[in-house]
């Protein structure tokens, strides 16, 4: 028996539904407020400040500015500030971050991240920056040609940072007293299409007026449009300048992303970090700096010139300067080539040094943009350190071994006052406990040898080196593997953080919360002797995960290592 509604009466469920379920939908205050975001590196909650415009619609788009606080700082005082509302008189920072006053309001979406204290823009603060950016356009409709990076001090370095690192997402940044890491500096071509505001006290004892000037005219010369604004005699707190009046938000109004330049310069030394606008790095030379550089000299003619690139793709069926009826000329590192068909994504692939139109290789098994090391990268995302119960150890020795992890783990570390905690808290489990979620969801950072951890046994037999038994009590061996899509990262013999630090660059300072960081600057492995306190030998595997011939070298001359 079937039945047979009126139209109308459908209408009217349908109405009266979607007015029901409307009504529990979330309906944020304008204003300032603070929201949170769930982080998969340690399933918590991370909070980042917000401000909501009045009359908010969810049929507009609206730009969305990020604001990233300085050093011993926060997200609730990086939102005051970027509106221009710093400490009042005789207010600290304490004081000051339990209170939102008022200001006029922007019709700016404005968020701002905590990331765990103070520990710089990358590695895991990195991710934040990333995680709460997506969360913000899940609630709200945001004009992607209209976002817009700003931070202040160590904020300042990391506005550099992650606009420089990621330049195609960015209508505008503005740097204040910035304080960037020291691997910016190989990302300055980036900033070919960007329109950047630095500002600066010449009396400031944190970041020198000098090095700022440098970076303006370096951006300069990449090509960037930049405004410069110098206070005389103010110190380091020349964002109560930039940011007065809310002056950033009519600045950042001025501008509008262009998703397909013309000319597009790009440089990455990760290749994480491979996409600008309309081009992909897809395979580059291990342990090289890829550089690209793709200009449209005319209608459907493009002109490209590539470093250390062995593979990359032109998304351009949108591009004003192409025609899709009209096949693409184009001139690779002065190689012709012809191209009819265009698709999205067209992969240009090199070998033995000719260019040729080609399909995305399968690099699954092989270095790639999700999987290419260094050490460092293992405790960038979601990681577990584990400790092994193998070998019958007695309680006094299970004991050593769980403390180890636990040290190696302990990231909240009471660094004073102003340096404060990081807040970050993985897990600490034994080999045992490891169940198969963990592996697949996590990096897994593994202490001991085969012999005594059952997870390294696990993986022993294509594991490509490991510590001599006989070595375990004077050296220590630390190297990232992957492990589908996740990696390990094997540290056997002495603790790793014994390690004399390969980067002692100010920013170094900020990373050091985390044990694994002093593993920085080694690579994808390091070998170290440690009665004489001695490094080895350091490096990177291959392509292929591989050693190359004179790392083998340095390696079986040790005495200490067994090659497979």
């Known amino acids: 028996m079937s039945h047979v509604f009126p139209k109308k009466l459908i209408l009217s469920i349908s109405i009266l539904l979607f007015t029901f379920l ?101 590695g895991i603060a990195e991710k934040d920056v990333w995680d709460m950016i997506a969360d913000a356009k899940k609630r709200f409709n945001i004009d992607e040609n209209r976002m817009y990076l700003t ?6 370095g990391g506005t550099m940072w992650v606009g420089l690192t990621r330049p195609d997402v960015w209508a505008a940044i503005a740097p204040v007293c910035p304080a960037p890491p020291s691997e910016t500096i190989k990302y300055l071509d980036n900033a070919y299409n960007m329109n950047v505001h630095f500002f600066q006290g010449d009396q400031d004892p944190a970041v020198k007026v000098e090095n700022t000037r ?12 930049v405004t410069y604004q110098e206070y005389p005699g103010v110190k380091h707190d020349s964002w109560v300048n930039a940011y007065k009046d809310e002056f950033i938000f009519t600045w950042f109004s001025k501008f509008t992303r262009n998703p397909f330049p013309d000319k597009v310069k790009f440089t990455t030394s990760q290749l994480k970090y491979n996409k600008a606008y309309w081009l992909e790095i897809i395979d580059k030379n291990v342990g090289e700096t890829a550089k690209i550089e793709a200009n449209f000299k005319n209608k459907n003619i493009l002109d490209v010139k590539t470093e250390n690139i062995n593979a990359f793709s032109v998304n351009i069926l949108e591009h ?53 090391g260094p050490m460092t990268e293992a405790i960038g995302d979601r990681h577990i350190y584990v400790y092994g119960t193998k070998g019958n150890p007695t309680k006094e020795q299970l004991d050593q071994r769980r403390k ?15 340096m404060g905690r990081v807040m970050v808290f993985p897990r600490v ?17 593994l202490f001991g040898e085969a012999e005594t951890n059952e997870i390294i046994e696990k993986y022993a037999a294509y594991l490509p080196i490991s510590l ?21 990262l094997i540290n056997s013999g002495q603790p790793f953080w014994e390690l004399p630090n390969a980067d002692n660059s ?18 994808d492995w390091v070998l170290y002797d440690k009665n004489i306190n001695n490094v080895i030998g350091y490096g990177l595997f291959d392509k292929n995960w591989s050693l190359n011939d004179k790392d083998k070298g340095i390696l079986k001359n040790s005495g200490m290592i067994d090659l497979k």
């Open 22 to 122: 409307n009504s529990f939908s979330q309906k944020l205050p304008s204003g300032p407020q603070i929201l949170t975001f769930h982080s998969d590196v340690d399933d918590t909650e991370q909070p980042y400040a917000c401000y909501i415009p009045k009359d908010y619609s969810e049929k507009k788009s609206y730009p969305l500015v990020v604001m990233l606080h300085g050093a011993g700082s926060n997200h609730r005082l990086a939102l005051r500030r970027v509106f221009g509302k710093s400490n009042a008189e005789g207010e600290n920072d304490v004081e000051a971050s339990l209170k939102f006053p008022k200001w006029k309001d922007v019709n700016y979406v404005v968020i701002s991240p905590n990331v765990r204290g103070t520990m710089g823009y990358q």
């Open 151 to 156: 931070g202040l001090s160590m904020g300042g």
């Open 214 to 225: 440098k970076w303006v005219e370096d951006f300069k010369t990449a090509g960037a449009k």
């Open 320 to 372: 004003p300067n192409f025609n899709t009826k009209s096949q693409l000329s184009l001139n690779i590192d002065g190689q012709n080539l012809s191209v009819f068909g265009l698709t999205n994504g067209q992969i240009l692939i090199k070998n033995d040094g000719k260019w040729a139109v080609g399909k995305r290789p399968d690099n699954t098994k092989t270095k790639n943009a999700n999987l290419e």
């Open 404 to 418: 180890i992890a636990e040290e190696a783990a302990n990231w909240s570390v009471y660094r004073g006052d102003f």
């Open 429 to 445: 489990l034994s080999d045992k406990e490891v169940r198969p979620n963990d592996i697949e969801r996590s990096n897994l950072v």
């Open 468 to 488: 001599k038994s006989s070595a375990k009590e004077n050296a220590s061996l630390s190297f990232i593997f992957p492990n589908g899509n996740k990696y390990i």
């Open 506 to 523: 100010p920013f170094a300072r900020l990373r050091s919360a985390g044990k694994a960081s002093i593993l920085s600057g080694y690579g």
